[in-house]
């Protein structure tokens, strides 16, 4: 629970530096608790987490640079975390480091896809041709850093993220399987 915590603060703290935008652990811990987590209640520690994160962006997004908010793109959003959960679901069969790998960026490839055709949808900004998805895709608004660097931020931290909560898991097994074999066996005396 302290690490979901973890996960949301750092999500919300890091909303004001250009350099960590988009670096987050949310993704790979969505991913984390399809694979990881046994019981479907689990699941959704980490979708109240990214919605209650998700509301302090947006409400902090909307008074910095005059964007409205928006249900839908919540609700967007917690559909791609749910796809990340349900690859993460796939994984569990198989938890392989090179299944982690791909699960977890073909989770990272179709947030960063379904978000920004949905900011080219529903940005008059953006020209509705394959130029201006191609422009949601890469470069953005020219006013922000290109849209790729959030991608490569993304995919770099969930990456990471998802490394880093397979290594605790696996960890904490092994702590468990060791601290079980060295419980002394009572003798017949």
Known sequence: MLLIVG???WRVATITSVTWANFSPVMALAFCGGVYFRRGAMWLVPFLALAGSDLW??????AAYHYHFEVAGIALRLLCFGAGLAIGGVVAARPRP????SGILGSSLLFYMVTNT???KSDPFYSPTLAGWWQALTVGHP????TIFFFRNTLVSDLIFTGAFALLVRSSAWSRRSAGS????RSAS
């Open 182 to 185: 060295a419980v002394p066996s």
């Open 7 to 9: 996960a949301a603060s």
């Open 143 to 146: 006013q922000f850093p290109p």
């Open 98 to 101: 090179i299944n982690l790998l």
């Open 118 to 120: 949905a900011a080219w």
């Open 57 to 62: 962006i947006d409400r902090y997004y909307a």
